[in-house]
């Protein structure tokens, strides 16, 4: 046999083995162009998003600190970034100064890894890592930065197509069997491509986010929730364990986790979930988003739920880190103290071990490039300056 046909006959026993999940797609459904060839190069006409705002001067030389470095011996430093604004080489420099972990802010959810026309194509599930997605793992690579992944399993930014028949946006919803078979070879793909192109690079993944409510009510109705009822979770960090490379720790991750009063009981749903889970050897911490406001929840408050957390024997990291408050010399000042407080509680938690703490990431570099940005929720201002918070923090 020629060099070529053998090199093609072992591509597509490579593309089979990879495949390993069950087919489902009719003749009917098959989409009949040829399927495009997912390509990790750099495609040659990727329009930048328009609105990605570029920051203006150059600040970081004036700054002899670094978040991290500063928190080198107690826990990870890290911020979300966009691949979009990465470009910008006042941003990556001001990353790479001050932070040495990153998450994806949209670039690794499910939206953005789930391939419809693959998934219809080859009646499985198909994850692609496209050049949005990889230009930043990249990057991270290159750059010695480590990575938290976000997410896997969401009611949000997770397409619809996805539950239902056929990966048809108006099929019925799928039993919870086929949803099974979809979700391990989802979180299977996932895991086999970060290990395989960038071993090491992840320290952390959110396997599950945001499943319960705020109130007592319990879970949300998601489309996980409607195929699988409650034990969903229990089964995406059961495929999770079976697929993550050893050393990759798994968390629950949710906003509003310190909510705990009256009808409002996430903070202890949580407890219960976590306490079931690390019981079966399938969790290693809790993710605590934090998106506060300088008025609430109380910094003591906060703090109460990293140490409630920490005692269930679990790491506990603090994922989307930020802080809104009102853009005057009062509001930055407030917001400094406020992160002040916080950190220097959960810093001698820390280190008394009544916290277990081991990554603090902000949800984002700059106000400018926040997704709460009219709110100012960050440690560097809409010019990349930093603001009285970045000094508290360093405090
Ligand atoms: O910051 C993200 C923003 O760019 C997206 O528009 C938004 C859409 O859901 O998601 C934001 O990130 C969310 C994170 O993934 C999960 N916790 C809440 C964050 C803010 O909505």
């Known amino acids: 046999m020629k060099k070529t046909t053998w090199s093609l006959l072992l591509l597509c026993m490579l593309g089979l083995l990879l495949a390993g999940c069950g087919k489902e797609t009719t003749e009917a459904e098959k989409?009949?162009?040829?399927?495009?060839?997912?390509?990790?190069?750099?495609?040659?006409?990727?329009?930048?998003?328009?609105?990605?705002?570029?920051?203006?001067?150059?600040?970081?030389a004036g700054l002899t600190e670094s978040?991290?470095?500063?928190?080198?011996?107690?826990?990870?430093?890290?911020t979300c970034v966009a691949g979009a604004y990465l470009k910008y080489s006042k941003v990556s420099e001001l990353v790479l100064q001050q932070f040495n972990s990153i998450?994806?802010?949209?670039?690794?959810?499910?939206?953005?890894?789930l391939d419809q026309y693959q998934s219809r194509a080859q009646g499985k599930v198909v994850v692609t890592f496209s050049y949005n997605t990889t230009r930043i793992l990249d990057w991270a690579k290159q750059n010695n930065l480590k990575m938290r992944g976000h997410v896997l399993v969401w009611h949000s930014q997770t397409p619809e197509w996805f539950f239902r028949e056929g990966f048809r946006n108006d099929g019925a919803l799928v039993s919870r069997e086929e949803m099974l078979i979809r979700m391990e070879c989802y979180i299977q793909q996932v895991f086999a491509y970060c290990d395989s192109k960038y071993p090491g690079l992840f320290y952390a993944w959110?396997?599950?986010?945001?499943?319960?409510?705020?109130?007592?009510?319990?879970?949300?109705?998601?489309?996980?929730?409607?195929?699988f009822g409650e034990d969903f979770i229990t089964e995406a960090f059961r495929l999770a364990r079976k697929y993550a490379p050893s050393g990759v720790k798994l968390f629950y991750n949710d906003f509003n986790t310190y909510i705990n009063y009256s009808n409002k009981t996430k903070t202890d749903?949580?407890?219960?979930?976590?306490?079931?889970?690390?019981?079966?050897?399938?969790?290693?911490?809790?993710?605590?988003?934090?998106?506060?406001?300088?008025?609430?929840?109380?910094?003591?408050a906060f703090v109460n739920t990293v140490n409630r957390f920490s005692a269930l024997g679990v790491e506990v990291q603090i994922t989307e880190l930020d802080v809104t408050t009102k853009p005057n010399a009062a509001g930055w000042e407030k917001q400094a103290k406020y992160l002040e407080s916080i950190f220097k509680q959960i810093v001698k938690n820390d280190r008394n071990k009544t916290a277990n703490i081991t990554s603090v990431t902000v949800w984002g570099v700059s106000d400018k490039l926040s997704w709460r940005g009219s709110q100012h929720p960050l440690l560097f201002d809409d010019n990349l300056n930093p603001k009285p918070a970045y000094y508290s923090v360093l405090q």
Not at 33 to 59: G, L
Not at 69 to 75: E, G, T
């Open 31 to 60: 989409p009949t162009a040829t399927p495009a060839v997912t390509s990790e190069a750099e495609p040659t006409n990727t329009p930048e998003p328009t609105s990605t705002p570029e920051p203006t001067p150059t600040p970081t």
């Open 67 to 78: 978040l991290y470095q500063h928190y080198a011996d107690d826990f990870r430093f890290g």
């Open 103 to 113: 998450t994806c802010e949209n670039e690794m959810k499910p939206d953005a890894l």
């Open 206 to 227: 959110d396997v599950v986010n945001e499943a319960f409510t705020d109130d007592g009510d319990g879970l949300r109705n998601s489309n996980w929730y409607k195929i």
């Open 269 to 300: 749903r949580i407890c219960n979930l976590v306490t079931k889970l690390k019981a079966e050897g399938l969790i290693d911490g809790v993710g605590m988003q934090s998106h506060l406001d300088v008025s609430f929840p109380s910094a003591d």
